[in-house]
């Protein structure tokens, strides 16, 4: 009387090695399911479209399709009203983006959850992308990022007609690494400084008198650079002259 997920295994022939059968509770209305291996374990995740609002549920089990766990997950503190998820084995812990039918126009988010399927952060108040409206996502893992592709609805000029087009964005899991701090010049009352990184990254700078600023203290100077680059350059002014500055380089990417 109403839509499950099952699962199967099969081998890279087709033929089917185990049925486990049905993952999803009876009592549930499911669809729209999606499954990684974390090299021990699936997590898979699906849609419960029981009237009024569609939930994710969460199913972790093993090679053998015996359930572990079960869990519905959350945005944040809510229950997200989530549809068509796409979940992702990064390496290190799962990426799950997301349908969200909270608006008039839905938008896609991004889950991380750790090992054994357990949220470890949701970015859950703003989408993934910046859009008047995005749904259905589909995500791959590349060995370093993740892409994905979805449906958009940005240059739909009439509610009424059917304008969409489909996207692709890259996002990477790793943060940049810096390398060459030097200083270029150094003049009465200003430097330059300079450094290169790993990937294109902006530009921020603490800086201060005193204490070497690798004991954690809170800088109030800060030097910033919306410029996206591997060779990075700025210069800072109005410094003292004749004193001795410590500088604290932060690179970030876009992700």
Same mark, same amino acid.
């Given at each position: 009387g109403g839509r499950q997920v099952l699962f199967a295994r099969v081998d890279t022939t087709g033929r089917v090695v185990s049925y486990p059968g049905v993952m999803s509770l009876p009592a549930h209305s499911a669809r729209t399911p999606t499954v990684a291996w974390n090299g021990s374990n699936y997590l898979m995740i699906?849609?419960?479209? =029981? +009237?009024?609002?569609?939930?994710?549920?969460?199913?972790?089990?093993?090679?053998?399709?015996?359930?572990? !766990? =079960?869990?519905?997950f959350e945005r944040n503190d809510e229950i997200a009203v989530g549809t068509k998820p796409s979940l992702i084995w990064a390496g290190d812990k799962f990426l799950m983006f997301w349908q969200d039918e909270r608006w008039k126009k839905p938008q896609v988010f991004l889950a991380f959850l750790d090992n054994d399927g357990n949220k470890i952060s949701a970015l859950g108040?703003?989408?993934?992308?910046?859009? +008047? !409206?995005?749904?259905?996502?589909q995500a791959v893992w590349n060995g370093? !990022?993740? !892409?994905f592709v979805w449906t958009d609805f940005r240059d739909q000029e009439n509610p009424r007609d059917n304008n969409t087009e489909v996207y692709f964005n890259v996002f990477d899991n790793l943060a940049p690494t810096v390398s060459q701090v030097r200083v270029l010049e150094v003049r009465d009352r200003e430097v330059t400084l300079g450094w290169n990184t790993s990937e294109l990254s902006d530009i921020e700078v603490r800086y201060d008198m005193g204490k070497d600023l690798g004991t954690g203290q809170i800088v109030e100077k800060v030097a910033a650079q919306d410029n996206w680059t591997r060779e990075h350059e700025i210069t800072i002014s109005n410094l003292l002259p004749n004193t001795a500055y410590h500088f604290r380089i932060r690179a970030r990417d876009v992700n």
């Open positions: 699906y849609e419960d479209f =029981r +009237a009024p609002l569609s939930s994710l549920q969460e199913v972790m089990f093993n090679k053998k399709g015996q359930v572990l !766990g =079960r869990t519905q108040d703003w989408p993934v992308v910046n859009s +008047a !409206g995005s749904l259905a996502p370093s !990022g993740a !892409g």
